[in-house]
């Protein structure tokens, strides 16, 4: 089964910062979208970021508003890898992250529905706490 494999996870302090990691060592992500999700206990999974294939001019990308000025999404597909940088961490940030390949298109539409995302990975804790 192909699977993206998240990292990057683990505690924070309100106001500090984790970089999580999406990779795979299977197949080439360079011709997908990919977008973030966090699901927190007892919450739905929610659509984080999103970020369109390298291959688009416009390289979209899509922050919920909860991430917005906060989280920045980017690739580096020489490392086959996608990037969440978030900073300003607060409590309510605190989640299981997980990323996953946009099914549909190419680039990133909206809202992130998870049944056009496939290959999710196991996900990565996210906890913020002083």
């Known amino acids: 089964q192909l699977q993206l494999v998240e990292s990057g996870g683990g505690l924070a302090q309100p106001g500090g910062s984790l970089r999580l990691s999406c990779g795979t060592s299977?197949?080439?992500?360079?011709?997908?979208?990919i977008g973030w999700f966090r699901q927190a206990p007892g919450k739905e999974r929610e659509g984080v970021s999103c970020i369109g294939s390298i291959g688009r001019s416009d390289n979209s990308t899509y922050y919920a508003d909860s991430a917005k000025g906060r989280f920045t999404i980017s690739r580096d597909d020489a490392r086959n890898t996608v990037y969440l940088q978030m900073n300003g961490l607060k409590p309510e940030d605190a989640a299981v992250y997980y990323c996953?390949?946009?099914?549909?298109?190419?680039?990133?539409?909206?809202?992130?529905?998870?049944?056009?995302?496939?290959?999710w990975g196991q996900g990565t804790q996210v906890t913020v706490s002083s």
């Open positions: 996953a390949i946009y099914l549909i298109h190419h680039y990133c539409t909206t809202p992130m529905v998870l049944a056009d995302f496939g290959s």
């Open positions: 299977r197949f080439n992500l360079a011709n997908y979208a």
